[in-house]
């Protein structure tokens, strides 16, 4: 595998990187260690400038090349998950309760040593803009970071990034040049009945009752309303209600996760949830409140610079570890904020076997550091050439 040289140098460094981060991990938007630490290490290598403070704790640093030419960003995430980690490795989570459990610290650690090379060498023409963003696993720091203009206050033309893929062996690409990833949203159904003695149920609206028909018509929407190849996850993942045996509790909670590829399948969803609703409230008396929302939109990658980004992947990890074609993957990243202000792609990397990400006992794989930081570096050498 022709990871560059100069790279596979860094490595040491990189898992140090890696395995401090690991160590100190920050939710959502509150990264300011985080922050703190990719800020001192690119003082360190010399970048040109660093924005602090967008989206919060985001940032942004840019590096210039030998000549002038068009800017291109790449993006690393920097949140961990709320999970108590397992693992008793040496690095392991100083934080009660707080983890990195999908592998931003490698995402990290991996543009960060891109950062390095590209300071030391600027074989390139035009700018880079490193973006460093929190808040991926949960607020949508991407989408902050657009609204607050990163697009256009560093004319950042063309956006790129890359995620850690367990499973899949390690330095293996996947993606493809339509939907890399589904739209993730949410629901909350509220249902308000009529509680009282469970030995006289006639007397009573059952918000327990209406739940579970709920629950089950719910499922029914992918296999009766969408095409049978159309993918749509729906799943139910809380069902709350009552405090004892024998009282038919007054209200009941529904509350799950909608995947879909496409605006149409998420319509006809929500349409269908809205109907079912309706319907079982007529039915059996109780109110029915459906609370429906929107949350990432699809992953979409732009063809030109999906297929550019692969590649570039066949240059570090030869033609037959490159999948052009992967199909889309059910899970959502806020990287599809950025893509719907910019041309670019996103890409799966193998990590290797081991647990999956928002697992206590996932960890990321440092080896695969050199691997993602030598595709940022192609990517960046071959896009802006001298």
């Not at 030419?69 to 690393?76: D, E, M, P, V």
């Not at 074989?123 to 990163?150: H, T, W």
Request: proline fraction near 4%.
């Amino acid at each position: 595998m022709p990871i560059i040289n100069k790279i596979a140098d860094y490595y040491n460094e990189m898992k140090a990187w890696r395995q401090h981060l690991h160590a100190n991990p920050e939710l959502q938007f509150d990264c300011y260690e985080t922050s703190s630490f990719v800020i001192n290490l690119l003082n360190e290598f010399g970048v040109d400038e660093i924005h602090k403070e967008i989206a919060k704790t985001g940032l942004v640093a840019i590096i210039n090349g030998k000549k002038n030419g068009k800017t291109i960003g790449l993006r690393a995430d920097m949140d961990a998950l709320p999970l108590q980690e397992e693992l008793n490795h040496h690095y392991k989570s100083k934080k009660n309760g707080v983890m990195h459990a999908c592998g931003h610290d490698g995402h990290t650690t991996m543009l960060l040593g891109a950062a390095k090379y590209l300071c030391d060498t600027r074989n390139f023409s035009g700018r880079v803009a490193l973006i460093f963003q929190p808040a991926e696993e949960d607020g949508g720091g991407a989408q902050v970071m657009c609204k607050e203009g990163i697009m256009d206050n560093f004319s950042i033309e063309q956006v790129y990034g890359i995620h850690n893929a367990p499973g899949v062996p390690l330095g293996k690409f996947k993606t493809n040049t339509n939907t890399i990833f589904a739209a993730a949203d949410d629901f909350t159904i509220n249902i308000v009945g009529n509680g009282g003695h469970g030995a006289y149920p006639e007397l009573t609206i059952d918000p327990v009752m209406i739940a579970a028909q709920i629950s089950q018509a719910i499922q029914s929407i992918s296999s009766r309303n969408l095409p049978a190849l159309e993918p749509v996850v729906i799943s139910i993942t809380q069902i709350h209600s009552g405090t004892t045996h024998n009282i038919i509790p007054e209200k009941a909670y529904i509350n799950g996760t909608v995947r879909t590829l496409n605006n149409n399948s998420q319509k006809t969803v929500v349409n269908r949830m809205e109907e079912i609703c309706r319907g079982y409230s007529l039915a059996f008396g109780g109110e029915v409140f459906l609370d429906y929302q929107y949350g990432y939109p699809a992953t979409i990658n732009h063809k030109n610079e999906a297929e550019f980004a692969a590649e570039v992947a066949k240059e570090i990890s030869g033609q037959e570890h490159v999948d052009c074609n992967a199909k889309p993957d059910m899970g959502a990243e806020d990287f599809s904020f950025m893509l719907h202000e910019r041309p670019g792609a996103f890409l799966n990397v193998g990590q290797g076997q081991g647990p999956g990400v928002h697992n206590s006992k996932y960890d990321f794989n440092d080896d695969l550091s050199p691997i993602g930081a030598s595709f940022f570096v192609k990517l960046i050498e071959r896009a802006l050439p001298l």
